[in-house]
T-cell receptor, first 116, second 116 residues
Framework: GAGVSQSPSNKVTEKGKDVELRCDPI?????LYWYRQSLGQGLEFLIY????????KSGLPSDRFSAERTGGSVSTLTIQRTQQEDSAVYLC??????????????FGPGTRLLVL | AQSVAQPEDQVNVAEGNPLTVKCTYSVSGNPYLFWYVQYPNRGLQFLLKYITGDNLVKGSYGFEAEFNKSQTSFHLKKPSALVSDSALYFCAVRDIVDTGRRALTFGSGTRLQVQP
């Protein structure tokens, strides 16, 4: 596709349930990032994947959060035992190779998660 | 550590007038600086970036930004605002020195409202 795509666009779940959010990066981009946008915290980094390197998980807020990237392309962010404070917009971004420090990250439309 | 400040939660300007959205940053080394725009229920769209070279950077939709090292600022400007420019604007930074961190650090965002 032409841009980063994310699914679902909206997700409503009950507290305690697990959710999976999907990101398809721009074709040919090897670097992939997850961010979270919430009213109280602004835009926060969650996790970064670059090729076959070990991911940078330094932004994950708790061990309930995990992510994987299969085949160097599609990524899934999983939140286990969701809490109300997990309600936010989850944004995925990709960049060409993550090596150049001035490299532009291109963002998807986000998944809006509401935990009831 | 790196940080970004956007001191104004909202900027109001009349259509046709020049606009400025302020951003200041803090990094331990030299910065890479970015501006993104977010329209309602959309992801972040890249506007422009400063890497090196000319302090005046031109970007999409007629926007430009000036890097000022002595004032650690990277204000976004446009000579003549359009109603369609109304959106949420984010400044972001990445520290050249901090090579292990690929993620961007974002400001809290500034809502631009252009009145007809």
């Amino acid at each position: 596709g032409a841009g980063v795509s994310q699914s679902p666009s909206n997700k409503v779940t009950e507290k305690g349930k697990d959710v999976e959010l999907r990101c398809d990066p721009i074709s040919g981009h090897t670097a992939l990032y997850w961010y979270r946008q919430s009213l109280g915290q602004g835009l926060e980094f969650l996790i970064y994947f670059q090729g076959n390197s070990a991911p940078d998980k330094s932004g994950l807020p708790s061990d309930r959060f995990s992510a994987e990237r299969t085949g160097g392309s599609v990524s899934t962010l999983t939140i286990q035992r969701t809490q109300q404070e997990d309600s936010a917009v989850y944004l995925c971004a990709s960049s060409l190779n993550g090596v150049g420090q001035g490299e532009t990250q291109y963002f998807g439309p986000g998944t809006r998660l509401l935990v009831l | 550590a790196q940080s970004v400040a956007q001191p104004e939660d909202q900027v109001n300007v009349a259509e046709g007038n020049p606009l400025t959205v302020k951003c200041t940053y803090s990094v331990s080394g030299n910065p890479y600086l970015f501006w993104y725009v977010q329209y309602p229920n959309r992801g972040l769209q890249f506007l422009l970036k400063y890497i090196t070279g000319d302090n005046l950077v031109k970007g999409s939709y007629g926007f430009e930004a000036e890097f000022n090292k002595s004032q650690t600022s990277f204000h976004l400007k446009k000579p003549s605002a359009l109603v369609s420019d109304s959106a949420l604007y984010f400044c972001a930074v990445r520290d050249i020195v901090d090579t292990g961190r690929r993620a961007l650090t974002f400001g809290s965002g500034t809502r631009l409202q252009v009145q007809p």
